[in-house]
């Protein structure tokens, strides 16, 4: 009999890369700007006594306070484990292993391959235009047999906005071929470019959402899906039984009260705040080649001996991430917008490179 038990695993797991998620790829830092999380913890506690039985599905309460937040119906919501899980539930309902392909279009967010390959999907990538468009001829010449596309707008790393001309035109080249899907996991920071409005006008639009950004709650891992209810009731049929646990539920459904979301947009203007001030210091620095515009709470920025910096800034404990391995971001780096005084020390350690 075999010991080999990698032997025994799928030939496309074993190949698997896995995403290197900022908790992964480690660090021993106390400024920690490479997973865009909001840096101060929230005042939520727990107020549900009931572990002793199992959670609703899809708890009634989170569900309505998200409608009536992201203003759709109820029935228009699914809540899941991050939106990460949400992007697998929808391969794994529409998309038919060794047949359908998933599309997307880099750089942009690393789980949609990730999650293609473990399900044994075929991906297909079509690079963004330099300005980080859609590139539609050549997204329109790849569509033969593709299920679902996956656009991230605003783009992570790359922090832009997807025209939403484009948008329309990709709607209107995959309507009744495949689901577009609206990865909207920093729109908070720009509200006014949602797609949520546009889902009774398209009936194969799909759009992600999260409470780990702007709400603060990257620990909860609670994501939502927004569809027509039709989408929403094939991913009912292949999500899990008990995807929010009761701890989840009831934080979540305080994060999504009046106070809560309060609470979240005094956030999201903090940050923003954050953000323009650092935008303003960073071209002033010797090092730097190029910030790029962002409507998120990261900049994207380029650097000179980007390698050397982020390591420099690493072992000064000033945690960022580094994206030199994605397509067009040579030189680039991701800063996550902390406090002030974490952007502060930002600043000052690389204001120290630039005279070294």
């Given at each position: ?5 990698e ?8 190949a698997?890369?896995?995403?290197m998620s900022?908790?992964?790829?480690g ?6 700007l490479n997973?865009?999380?909001?840096p101060?913890?929230v005042?939520?506690?727990l ?8 959670p609703?599905c899809?708890?009634g ?5 998200y409608?009536?937040?992201?203003g ?5 919501v ?7 899980e949400g992007i ?9 292993p060794g047949?359908?392909a998933?599309l997307?279009?880099?750089?942009t967010?690393?789980m949609?391959?990730v999650s ?6 075929e991906?297909r990538?079509v690079a963004?235009l ?12 790849q569509?033969?047999g593709?299920?679902v ?5 605003p ?8 025209k ?5 035109t ?9 689901l577009v ?14 797609l ?13 959402r999260?409470?780990?950004?702007a ?8 994501g ?12 009912m049929?292949?999500?899990a039984?008990?995807?929010l646990a ?8 305080q994060?999504?009260s009046?106070d809560?979301i309060?609470?979240?947009?005094q956030?999201?203007?903090?940050l ?8 303003a210091?960073?071209?002033?620095l010797?090092?730097?080649e190029?910030?790029f515009p ?23 404990g000033?945690?960022l991430?580094?994206q030199?391995k ?6 680039c780096?991701?800063?996550s917008?902390g ?8 600043i000052?350690a690389?204001?120290?490179l630039c005279?070294?």
């Amino acid at each position: 009999m075999s010991t080999d038990i990698e032997a025994l695993a799928r030939a496309n797991v074993r190949a698997l890369t896995p995403y290197m998620s900022a908790r992964r790829l480690g660090g021993n830092g106390d400024v920690w700007l490479n997973a865009n999380e909001y840096p101060l913890p929230v005042p939520f506690t727990l107020s549900q006594q009931t572990l002793n039985r199992y959670p609703e599905c899809q708890p009634g309460e989170v569900i309505e306070r998200y409608a009536a937040y992201a203003g759709v119906m109820p029935e228009q919501v699914l809540v899941s484990r991050g939106a990460d899980e949400g992007i697998e539930l929808l391969m794994r309902a529409f998309c038919e292993p060794g047949k359908d392909a998933i599309l997307f279009c880099p750089p942009t967010y690393g789980m949609y391959s990730v999650s293609a390959e473990t399900i044994g999907i075929e991906y297909r990538t079509v690079a963004a235009l330099p300005d980080w468009q859609l590139n539609l001829p050549a997204i329109a010449e790849q569509l033969d047999g593709v299920k679902v596309v996956y656009m991230c707008s605003p783009n992570n790393p790359t922090g832009n906005l997807i025209k939403q001309e484009d948008i329309r035109t990709l709607l209107a080249m995959t309507a009744g071929k495949a689901l577009v899907v609206a990865d909207e996991a920093y729109i908070e920071f720009c509200p006014q470019a949602t797609l949520a409005g546009w889902l009774q006008e398209f009936p194969h639009l799909v759009i992600l959402r999260t409470l780990s950004k702007a709400f603060a709650l990257a620990g909860l891992r609670c994501g939502f899906t927004l569809a027509n209810k039709p989408v929403i009731d094939l991913l009912m049929k292949v999500i899990a039984p008990y995807p929010l646990a009761t701890p989840v539920a009831d934080v979540a459904a305080q994060a999504l009260s009046d106070d809560g979301i309060a609470l979240m947009r005094q956030h999201v203007a903090e940050l923003n705040d954050n953000r323009a001030w650092l935008m303003a210091q960073l071209p002033q620095l010797a090092v730097t080649e190029q910030v790029f515009p962002s409507e998120t709470n990261y900049i994207l920025v380029r650097f000179t001996h980007s390698a050397t910096i982020f390591k420099s800034l690493w072992d000064q404990g000033i945690i960022l991430r580094d994206q030199n391995k994605n397509p067009g971001l040579a030189g680039c780096l991701r800063i996550s917008i902390g406090t002030r005084t974490e952007c502060e020390r930002l600043i000052a350690a690389l204001q120290a490179l630039c005279v070294e």
